[in-house]
Antibody
Framework: EVQLVESGGGLVKPGGSLRLSCAASGFTFGSYGMNWVRQTPGKGLEWVSSISGTSTYIYYADSVKGRFTISRDNAANSLYLHMSSLRAEDTAVYYC?????????????????WGQGTLVTVSS | DIVMTQSPDSLAVSLGERATVNCKSSQSVLYSSNNKNHLAWYQQKPRQPPKLLIYWASTRAPGVPDRFSGSGSGTDFTLTISSLQAEDVAVYYCQNYYDSPSTFGPGTKVDIK
């Protein structure tokens, strides 16, 4: 059974940093692209960042480029998101999501499994 | 960026009746290299993450009941629940996974009348 479990969320002040983790199990982690997607009541679902199976291809939404860094450790079956220079508008539930195998492109953003999410609140 | 819009914002349907959700993209999501529409539908129940229902506009994901179907091409798409069940109460989102960035619609809430 595919499982994705996020951790690392919490309350952080504007300008601060936070690192999210996603522990994966139930599939060959290194064979899949992985993603972070966030959700807020106001802006809905927003794709944040993607990384290919071997970390060769990495993409970011313009809203987080230069502030967030995605990475992965295939030996540890883990995905990470390092967030810095955090703003109030980064407040959201952050989901880890697997890229579906139905796509044959590193630019495919189709997500077949999602974690339960971790809440990040940016507030003074 | 491709803008995804959905209609209606919400709808209430009697159990066993048909529910229809519409999605429109500001640009075509039909990719000429594979002649496929890069349009997906997700279902999100309260306090749960989204769940993939439909991809390539009309292909059901594994395990999705056949009362769920997707149709459309180019810029106009429809998700149909042929016979609404109580467990289908949820918010439904369409997503363009063709463009970068990928974008989602605002969601349509489906409830029981």
């Amino acid at each position: 059974e595919v499982q994705l479990v996020e951790s690392g969320g919490g309350l952080v002040k504007p300008g601060g940093s936070l690192r999210l983790s996603c522990a994966a199990s139930g599939f060959t982690f290194g064979s899949y692209g992985m993603n972070w997607v966030r959700q807020t009541p106001g802006k809905g679902l927003e794709w944040v960042s993607s990384i290919s199976g071997t970390s060769t291809y990495i993409y970011y939404a313009d809203s987080v480029k230069g502030r967030f860094t995605i990475s992965r450790d295939n030996a540890a079956n883990s995905l990470y998101l390092h967030m810095s220079s955090l703003r109030a508008e980064d407040t959201a539930v952050y989901y880890c999501a697997r890229t579906a195998a139905y796509c044959n492109s590193n630019r495919c953003r189709l997500f077949d499994y999602w974690g339960q999410g971790t809440l990040v609140t940016v507030s003074s | 960026d491709i803008v995804m819009t959905q209609s209606p914002d919400s709808l209430a349907v009697s159990l066993g009746e048909r529910a229809t959700v519409n999605c429109k993209s500001s640009q075509s999501v039909l990719y000429s290299s594979n002649n496929k529409n890069h349009l997906a539908w997700y279902q999100q129940k309260p306090r749960q993450p989204p769940k993939l229902l439909i991809y390539w506009a009309s292909t059901r994901a594994p395990g999705v009941p056949d009362r769920f179907s997707g149709s459309g091409s180019g810029t106009d798409f429809t998700l149909t629940i042929s016979s609404l069940q109580a467990e289908d109460v949820a918010v439904y989102y369409c997503q363009n996974y063709y463009d970068s960035p990928s974008t989602f619609g605002p969601g349509t809430k489906v409830d029981i009348k």
